[in-house]
């Protein structure tokens, strides 16, 4: 029996967050529920936050879709790219952590979703990428999924602001550990925030997946 850990999770976290300065915010559309580290009673603190934030994507699509489906567990994740044959099948159980490819090879292996893959070769090369990410926002409403190597961990963005201060990502952080309260909890001590483009690590490459599912508003309504 698969357990449904998702009604306990915190939704749509990144809501009343005030962006940082005046300026144009765009935003995902619909809803997703806030996977972190340890949330479903699993251990995977140091190593499992590309699988947290995969499985806030599903659980956008799951909801997106109204599909009858449960977001899928660490293991099931490994599992699937074990048998894509993306991963040996000495992968299943292990501790190896996954980027924005195996996210990419995840989504259309369960939801027949494609995903667009973006490669930056230094934090300084995201000024690049910000009609990118700000016409998938318009055109699709989707979570994107953030990996680097030496900023090696995974964030999930789920937000756009260009303003007078600067441009900011909205980070949806996943290495949260224990109960979350509420979303402004989340908020306060800065697991949901506005990062500045010049605070992202200069010397580290960035991978970013973009679904490219669209969002269904009747589906939300």
């Known amino acids: 029996m698969t357990l449904n850990y998702s009604i306990n999770l915190l939704k749509n976290v990144h809501e009343d967050l005030v962006p940082p300065n005046k300026g144009e915010t765009v935003l995902?559309?619909?809803?997703?529920?806030?996977?972190?580290?340890g949330c479903d009673g699993f251990?995977?603190?140091?190593?499992?936050?590309?699988?947290?934030?995969?499985?806030?994507?599903?659980?956008?699509?799951?909801?997106?879709?109204?599909?009858?489906?449960?977001?899928?567990?660490?293991?099931?994740?490994?599992?699937?790219?074990?048998?894509?044959e993306d991963k040996d099948k000495a992968f299943v159980g292990s501790r190896d952590w996954i980027g924005s490819f195996e996210v990419s090879i995840v989504l259309n292996q369960l939801y027949d979703v494609l995903s667009k893959i973006i490669h930056v070769s230094s934090g300084k090369q995201l000024i690049d990428q910000v009609d990118n990410i700000k016409r998938h926002f318009e055109q699709f409403g989707s979570p994107i999924m953030m990996g680097g190597d030496k900023d090696c961990s995974s964030k999930c963005?789920?937000?756009?602001?260009?303003?007078?201060?600067?441009i900011y990502l909205l980070i949806v952080d996943p290495h949260f550990v224990g109960k979350a309260r509420n979303a402004e909890h989340l908020r306060n001590d800065y697991w949901v925030w506005w990062q500045n483009l010049n605070d992202f690590v200069d010397s580290s490459f960035y991978n970013l997946c973009l679904p490219q599912i669209r969002y269904h508003a009747l589906c939300n309504t």
């Open 43 to 84: 251990d995977d603190r140091g190593w499992g936050c590309g699988y947290r934030t995969l499985q806030t994507i599903c659980s956008w699509i799951i909801s997106n879709q109204n599909l009858d489906e449960t977001v899928p567990s660490i293991n099931t994740i490994q599992k699937t790219l074990v048998a894509v």
């Open 28 to 37: 995902i559309q619909g809803q997703y529920e806030y996977w972190h580290y």
């Open 157 to 166: 963005i789920v937000g756009l602001h260009t303003g007078n201060k600067g």
